[in-house]
């Protein structure tokens, strides 16, 4: 009798974590039998990777559900998996909620999904959303040597001690953990003799690592040793976790790429307080203007969450002029969203509408710094690593070192290749650019 592969289809919806946490789960999956497909329609298994972080993230989820409830009906066989954030907070509502699902796992457990998947197979049920004390990540300690993407995500330090006062993740991500060093170094080589070229250390609060001496610069100085290493990219971090070595790697590391997610939330010293962020908007100001002498072309990004409870018109101007004295290349805005569980949920909430005017203000100006930051661009070169042919044939894109998207007319292989590149246009999402060397 011959094995058929079992199809899995994995929708990942949220944070780079659940991006990197989707492909680990598939890993697992594969030694089960299961194989990748993008086509949800011919599944055996779809796992919904979730997010928590604000409420239509989460409510997509039984949205979802409600779309692949004709499949199931269709085919009793197909199992349904929720892991992710939701599955952590939510863990056995969600079955109440919607029977039909099979497994629930947390992104703390998915280790055990070998297990479960042979329960559910019996036409069990299995749940798993605890905080084990076995870490994941040793017992799925290798990964298959796949060919892979030349820009690699790296899980290496997980949950968050911040609890800030609007967020869940403390909650559902749990306590902060930092991966040994060198594991993430094993992990590393091995991306990179499959074909990776730039990885993106991830964490809830990744400059907080502490897995081996010097904190998260210390790991990026020794992940720099990896010969074909080229680039490495850290997200996200807190302004409190930027210590004086990591500032100073972004001077010094040549392969430290000069981007940096620093979110900073509110530009108001009283709603900074209010959401527990342990920093005035004029620390958060000394701390881009030391990173910025370490490297001075640095391209800055943060998030945003307008419309905190007790956010006056006068916090919001806060917000608004701390975005210009900055000046960002991108960032990410919030309406704030009350999360079940968080100091910030007990406080009234701003009426909707005065949330969406200062939304659109917000995005207003930020949108024009981004686009600036695109423009100015233009004539100068950057290195770009090249990730797959242009929708047009004869045209290669990538990223360049400020992870502005570029595209260049070029014949050939240039996947995993890295070149200097000439900015000759800015568009809104992306540049365009010739080949020099
Ligand atoms: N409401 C709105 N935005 C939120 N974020 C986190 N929690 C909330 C919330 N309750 C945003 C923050 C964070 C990003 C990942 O999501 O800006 O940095
Ligand atoms: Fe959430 Fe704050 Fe931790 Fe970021 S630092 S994950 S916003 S609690």
Redesign the pocket.
Known sequence: MTNVPKKLFIKTYGCQMNVYDSERMAETLAGQGYETTQDQSEADMVLLNTCHIREKAAEKLYSDLGRIKPLKVANPDLKIAVAGCVAQAEGEEIVKRAPMVDLVVGPQSYHRLPEMEARIQTGKRALDTDFPEDDKFEVMKSRPKVARAPAAFLTIQEG?D???A??V??YTRGAEVSRPADRIIDEARGLVENGVREVTLLG??VNAYHGCEGGLAGLCSQLSQIDGLERIRYT?S?PNDMDDALIAAHGDNPKLMPYLHL?V?SGSDRILKAMN?KHTAEEYLRIIERIRAARPDILLTSDFIVGFPGETDADFEDTMALVREVNYGMAYSFKYSVRPGTPAAEKPELPLAVMDERLQRLQALLKEQQVAAQEGMVGKTTTVLFEKRGRTPGQWGGKSEHLHAVHVEAEGELRGEIHKVEILNAMTNSLTGRIIG
């Open positions: 968050c911040k609890f800030c609007f967020c993740v403390p809830q609060n996200t807190h979110p939330q962020r």
